[in-house]
Structures are given as C-alpha cells and as structure tokens.
C-alpha cells in the first residue's frame, strides 16, 4: 500500500479483555517496529521485527504483550488481560531496510486503545 | 539508561519568528540522532536526521538541525515559521551500539497567523 496502514483506529475495550491490534506495513519492507505512545509522552519502543524474526522485543513492558509477524509482512501486537494502563496509542512503523533506526522509519496513523 | 530531553513543552510563536527547539541526549556513544514532526490528525513523519558527516542537516520544508558532540545536542532550527508548522515535534536518538531507540517527551509548537 500506500503508506502504514493500522486497524483499528480506535478501540474501546473492557479491563481484563484480549485486544489484537494490526498493522500493514509499506510493502516490501523488511523492518517493522511497534511503538506505544501515552498522553504528554513520546513514543516509547516496543519490539521490532526483520522479516517474519523479532530481532528486538525488550521493550515489551510484561508477558501480557505479544507480537507476531508471520509472513514477514502484516504485524499483530496482542495484549492479554487488558489493564487501564495499557491506554496509550499504539504506532507501528515500517522501514525498507536494515537495523532500528538505522535508515528512515514510516509511522502509521497509529491505533488509539482505551482500556474501562 | 539512554534519554532524550527536549526543553520545551509548549512553544508559541508568530508567524515570520525563529525558531528553535532544544534537544539533548544522554548517551555518549555513536547515535543516529531525527527530527520527526507530526501534524495535526496525522502520523509522525520524518523531518531530518543526522547519521555523520556535515553535523548542520538540512530537512523539509526549510528546517535545519545541528548536532553538536560536545554538546549532547541537536537543536532544530527554522529561520521564519509559518502557522502551517503548527505540530508536535519529536527528538529521537539511537544508539548503534545497543540498538536501542529513545524518542523525547515532543514540544508542541503553534504559530499565530
């Protein structure tokens, strides 16, 4: 596609249910990165993927999180037992190459998670 | 642990006024160092980075940046602002080394017409 593509935009979810979240990426990139952002704060890294591998999930805050890449292309970030803390927007990036950061990473519009 | 600190949480300028918002970073090593803005109902987008070389980049829409080492710093830099630059804008830092990435807290500019 075009650009990063995140669904859904917005998802309103009780405490202790299961989200997943997606993520499309520009086609043909191999890097994919998971981002969440709270309210007044930057974006925070999560886990990055290169190619269907997660060559880096340290920033995954507890087992509740998960990701999954498994063709290398579309990401699913699943969160178990949801938690009011878990609010935050998730963005996910994609880049053509390479290492985090090391080249030029596209964001998605990103999807806004609220936890009741 | 690795940081990026940006001074400013809220700026706000007029229209034609300079611009210049502060960035420093923690970590002593080799860092990748971006610029990335975000405008109003849209995604982060990227400004400008800095890898190595010549440490004053040049960026879209007429905005520079200047690394200094000395400084643990890479300020961004516009000489005229326009109220289309009204946006978030996000320091980011990563380190080869670790391979960790660190974005600041953002500064929200919004310039008056």
Same mark, same amino acid.
């Given at each position: 596609?075009?650009?990063? $593509?995140?669904?859904? $935009?917005?998802?309103?979810?009780?405490?202790?249910? !299961?989200?997943?979240?997606? /993520?499309?990426?520009?086609?043909?990139?191999?890097?994919? !990165?998971? !981002?969440?952002? $709270?309210?007044?704060?930057?974006?925070?890294?999560?886990? !990055?993927?290169?190619?269907?591998?997660?060559?880096?999930?340290?920033?995954?805050?507890?087992?509740?999180?998960?990701?999954?890449?498994? #063709?290398?292309?579309?990401?699913?970030?699943?969160?178990?037992?949801?938690?009011?803390?878990?609010?935050?927007?998730?963005? /996910?990036?994609?880049? $053509?190459?390479?290492?985090?950061?090391?080249? #030029?990473?596209?964001?998605?519009?990103?999807?806004?998670?609220?936890?009741? | 642990?690795? =940081?990026?600190?940006?001074?400013?949480?809220?700026?706000?300028?007029?229209?034609? *006024?300079?611009?210049?918002?502060?960035?420093?970073? =923690? &970590?002593?090593?080799?860092?990748?160092?971006?610029?990335?803005?975000?405008?109003?109902?849209?995604?982060?987008?990227?400004?400008?980075? &800095?890898?190595?070389?010549?440490?004053?980049?040049?960026?879209?829409?007429?905005?520079? *940046?200047?690394?200094?080492?000395?400084?643990?710093?890479?300020?961004?830099?516009? @000489? =005229?602002?326009?109220?289309?630059?009204?946006?978030?804008?996000?320091?980011?830092? &990563?380190? +080869?080394? *670790?391979?960790?990435? +660190?974005?600041?807290?953002?500064? +929200?500019? +919004?310039?008056? @017409?």
């Amino acid at each position: 596609g075009a650009g990063v $593509s995140q669904t859904p $935009s917005n998802k309103v979810t009780e405490k202790g249910k !299961y989200v997943e979240l997606r /993520c499309d990426p520009i086609s043909g990139h191999t890097a994919l !990165y998971w !981002y969440r952002q $709270s309210l007044g704060q930057g974006p925070e890294f999560l886990i !990055y993927f290169q190619g269907t591998g997660a060559a880096d999930d340290s920033g995954l805050p507890n087992d509740r999180f998960f990701a999954v890449r498994p #063709e290398g292309s579309v990401s699913t970030l699943k969160i178990q037992r949801t938690e009011r803390g878990d609010s935050a927007v998730y963005l /996910c990036a994609s880049s $053509s190459q390479g290492s985090h950061m090391n080249t #030029e990473a596209f964001f998605g519009q990103g999807t806004r998670l609220t936890v009741v | 642990a690795q =940081s990026v600190s940006q001074h400013n949480h809220h700026v706000i300028l007029s229209e034609a *006024a300079s611009l210049e918002l502060g960035c420093n970073y =923690s &970590y002593g090593g080799t860092v990748n160092l971006f610029w990335y803005v975000q405008y109003p109902g849209q995604h982060l987008q990227l400004l400008l980075k &800095y890898f190595s070389g010549d440490p004053l980049v040049k960026g879209i829409k007429g905005f520079e *940046a200047e690394f200094i080492k000395s400084k643990f710093s890479f300020n961004l830099r516009k @000489p =005229s602002v326009q109220w289309s630059d009204t946006a978030e804008y996000f320091c980011a830092a &990563y380190n +080869t080394n *670790a391979g960790k990435s +660190t974005f600041g807290d953002g500064t +929200t500019l +919004t310039v008056k @017409p």
